[in-house]
């Protein structure tokens, strides 16, 4: 792409000022191909390690089967305690477990075999990233990622260029900046500018409580025989609400953006959806619902 949008340059600016060490932002711009996979790798265990809905309203293009699976990876992390350890978001450590992972001669870094090898796990479309790398995370939720990622693909190539990686790198290690800062804002209570044991734990016990009462909500809605599980029938009708409900929030996208009415969103029209969507995780939204 040749353009640079006003959200590339409001967020360089961003991470210039808050990341002395931000690779893509503050350098020439000429960040390796290396460099933008691993970061891409990064942003896949961000958003997969989280508990909310980044990046939801892609749904609105999304087709029947696409609803439908990210409808199953939903109701099937609801039985999963959260993976969060009440830590801070570091998206340098996230890059290093990917390097660490496919550096496989353990030079520091990675060779056209190795990078290669890194590109095919990631893969470009939908569900298709492979359990190597999967298995850097606590956890792989992949139509998260296949969501951020649609976000920034500004073309509708259904790829990735490389300005259009560098955007949804920046945008992802921005968002992890503002998650930590507000973890530390809450949890910190020393002020010393990280979180020892006892505040990792508080920042994990307020996880658990979020997550335990959404539980109960949906126990108390779904759970028709009172044994405090959902069993296999009780998931299916949960499955089928949270379908209709995608279904219902791509209706409601479409009527919003598809300006010609066909029922579907051209590369033009899908444009400033996909924006509004990078605004949203640039700012942290949606990390906790």
């Known amino acids: 792409m040749n353009r640079t949008s006003a959200h590339r340059r409001l967020l360089t600016a961003a991470l210039c000022f808050a990341l002395p060490l931000g690779l893509a932002a503050c350098g020439d711009g000429n960040t390796s191909e290396e460099e933008l996979h691993v970061g891409e790798a990064a942003a896949f265990l961000e958003s997969s390690e989280e508990g909310g809905s980044i990046g ?30 009440g830590s801070v978001c570091d998206f340098s450590a996230r890059r290093q477990a990917v390097l660490e992972k496919y550096d496989d001669n353990g030079d520091g870094t990675l060779s056209r075999a ?27 939720r992949h139509w998260a990622f296949w969501r951020v990622r649609w976000a920034f693909d500004e073309d509708g190539s259904g790829t990735l260029s490389a300005e259009e990686r560098a955007e949804l790198v920046d945008a992802m290690e921005a968002r992890c900046e503002r998650l930590r800062a507000e973890r530390l804002e809450r949890f910190d209570t020393n002020g010393d500018g990280k979180l020892d044991e006892a505040e990792r734990q508080a920042a994990r016990q307020a996880v658990l409580a979020r997550w335990q009462a959404k539980r109960q909500e949906l126990l108390a809605t779904y759970d028709t025989n009172g044994n405090n599980v959902l069993d296999d029938g009780e998931r299916l009708a949960l499955r089928q609400d949270r379908i209709a409900a995608a279904q219902e929030r791509r209706a409601t996208l479409l009527a919003t953006y598809d300006t010609n009415g066909d029922g579907v969103l051209s590369t033009a029209e899908a444009l400033p959806l996909r924006e509004e969507i990078q605004r949203r995780i640039i700012e942290g939204r949606d990390a906790e619902d």
């Open 56 to 85: 939801a309203d892609a749904v609105a293009d999304a087709d029947t089967t696409t609803v439908q699976s990210i409808a199953a990876e939903e109701v099937d992390g609801l039985n999963q305690e959260p993976v969060d350890t």
């Open 114 to 140: 190795e990078l290669a090898e890194l590109k095919a796990d990631l893969g470009e479309r939908r569900d298709t990233i492979r359990p190597r790398l999967a298995q850097v995370g606590l956890r792989a």
